[in-house]
């Protein structure tokens, strides 16, 4: 069963109308019908139907944090006069140089030590991942403020019933995609493992989309989809 998760409702302004977005099909209508070798005439494609609907976009973020210890291994560089290096109670011998490596260097290059330890790492990741309502990871290409959007979403949500595309994809489903991107494969030795995964936040962000059936020759059906927010054709 789904977690209860507190979900911000977003709606996003049109910027243009019915009539407005009609004119664009209508124009438009013969591309859907087209192929490589002809294209219907206009008078052959009949808008059958307008309709505006609402299509979610759910946006999930979040962090990932992790501290653990990890072990490693530093190369320094020393006179070529140092054997060994005392660290603590450790003591580190010089690296065997190769017949290569006393060629390029010379009698007197630099040498090699290298010393195993163990690091202290912490790991902060954050981010923000965006589906369309089928469920499919997107790139989100809005802006968001006081000018973009509606200010009784969920009012006009509940108006424009059932012409709402709600979210394919759960919420768990999405954060455990947003928590796998974050959380990087880890090395395979580790101690003293502490990660934690911090939701941020889950926006269900409602996009204007007028869609408009077409009927063209043979009575073959197709859609024109247009972003109302950016008047763009999909």
Known sequence: ??????????????????????????????????????????EQVHIHSVKLYYECILLVSGKYVADYYRKATHTISVPYNVKEVELGDGVFQTRSKSGFEKALTGKKGKNKIDINLEEHVFVKEEDELAFDHHGREIK????????????????????????????????????????????????????????????????????????????GPKKKVEIIRIDAVRKKIL
């Open 1 to 42: 069963m789904s977690k209860s998760y507190d979900v911000k409702t977003v709606v996003l302004r049109k910027n243009i109308e019915l009539e407005e977005a009609t004119e664009i099909i209508e124009e438009k209508k013969t591309n859907p019908f087209k192929s490589l070798l002809s294209r219907p005439k206009k």
């Open 140 to 215: 989100f290409p809005f802006k968001v403020n006081s000018d973009t959007v509606e200010n009784y979403p969920k009012r006009l949500l509940q108006k424009n019933e059932p012409n709402v595309k709600r979210p394919e994809i759960t919420y768990d489903a999405a954060l455990e995609k947003l928590q796998s991107q974050l959380k990087k494969p880890l090395e395979t030795d580790v101690r003293e493992l502490s990660e934690e995964f911090v939701l941020r936040e889950i926006t269900e962000l409602y996009v204007p989309i007028f869609e408009g059936r077409l009927i």
